[in-house]
């Protein structure tokens, strides 16, 4: 089991930056992947951006040269540094874990998607709103 704590969330105006944080406790030593997804009002959610045990990082198009993804060897904690914030990036980000075997590439689509409950785990989320 793991629990995932999301902070760092906040206003800013567009072309603004800001860096999430997530804690994780539980049974991290067991983690394979890790990731943000983020959620909107009325739009579907996305992964956006994911690292996995071998450091392996991917990104959806829209934020990539924006966002960095980095975690710490222990993977008790994961970040999302952003730069360059649209109004686009408004949303609720969730920081998320899995155990399952599967590849950054993988876990990034699989986070997307509703079945992710049955794959991850995931906090309650901090929300970022950017301005035009």
């Known amino acids: 089991q793991l629990e995932l704590v999301e902070s760092g969330g906040g206003s800013v105006q567009a072309g603004g930056s800001l860096r999430l944080s997530c804690e994780v406790s539980g049974t991290t030593d067991k983690i394979y992947s890790m990731g943000w997804f983020r959620q909107a009002p009325e739009k579907e959610r996305e992964g956006i951006a994911a690292i996995d045990r071998n450091g392996i990082t991917t990104y959806i198009e829209s934020v990539k040269g924006r966002f960095t993804i980095s975690q710490d060897k222990s993977k008790k904690s994961l970040d999302l540094q952003m730069h360059r914030l649209q109004p686009g990036d408004t949303a609720m980000y969730y920081c998320?874990?899995?155990?399952?075997?599967?590849?950054?590439?993988?876990?990034?689509?699989?986070?997307?998607?509703?079945?992710?409950?049955?794959?991850?785990?995931w906090g309650q989320g901090t929300q970022v709103t950017v301005a035009p």
């Open positions: 998320t874990a899995t155990a399952w075997t599967m590849n950054a590439d993988q876990a990034l689509v699989a986070m997307g998607r509703e079945g992710w409950r049955q794959y991850g785990f």
